[in-house]
């Protein structure tokens, strides 16, 4: 996907109103950067003049976390995952863990919020340069989308999305050429 910087900024700049995210809020990085996952994190915590540290799954650890006053983190539910399988304690310095990427299991999201991890449920694609709707509270069966972007289906019933975030182009390998 073709994807401008300027769509990228708006994804961010929306998030970052929309959660009151700023200056004095540190990003921790576990997502790859070279995917819209990671690319968001350096979009928001860029508009807002946040902090970001980075380190591998492999390495995350609630210290880590407790060590950089991370306040601010992106994860996908296998990570939600590992994190209840080793039944982590969020620490008070964690305000919002934004999960995406793919469906989140209600019990296992349950099963983190017990552990006192403070979800939100997203919803995003790398074609409008991430997220751009959210879940209320964990039991709502419906996203509801951010400010500024409308979601509604055409007469052949697929998805259409407003927003002003969106990729411009993609290309795609036929015959061996890229189209």
Same mark, same amino acid.
């Given at each position: ?13 929306? =998030? ?13 990085? /576990?997502? $790859?950067?070279?995917? /819209? &996952? ?19 799954? #492999?390495?995350?650890? =609630? ?11 992106? =994860? ?12 982590? +304690?969020?620490?008070?310095?964690? #305000?919002?863990?934004? /999960? &995406? ?16 991890? $403070? ?24 996203? #509801?989308?951010? $400010?500024?972007?409308? =979601? ?24 061996? +050429?890229?189209?």
């Amino acid at each position: 996907y073709a994807i401008k910087k300027s769509a990228f900024l708006n994804s961010a700049n929306r =998030v970052n109103k929309f959660y009151n995210l700023d200056s004095s809020m540190n990003w921790g990085c /576990v997502l $790859p950067t070279y995917h /819209v &996952g990671g690319l968001s994190i350096l979009a928001r915590s860029y508009l807002a003049h946040s902090k970001v540290y980075f380190t591998t799954w #492999k390495q995350f650890s =609630v210290e880590w976390l407790v060590e950089n006053q991370i306040q601010l983190l992106s =994860v996908v539910p296998t990570q939600v995952y590992d994190i209840v399988k080793n039944k982590l +304690k969020c620490p008070s310095c964690l #305000k919002y863990v934004f /999960v &995406g990427g793919a469906n989140l299991n209600e019990a296992l999201a349950k099963q983190a919020s017990d552990l006192g991890w $403070p979800l939100k449920i997203t919803f995003g694609m790398t074609e409008t340069s991430s997220m751009f709707a959210y879940k209320q509270n964990r039991e709502d069966l419906s996203y #509801k989308t951010y $400010p500024g972007i409308k =979601v509604s289906s055409t007469d052949q019933g697929r998805l259409k999305i407003i927003t002003d975030s969106l990729a411009e182009r993609y290309l795609q390998i036929k015959n061996r +050429k890229i189209e």
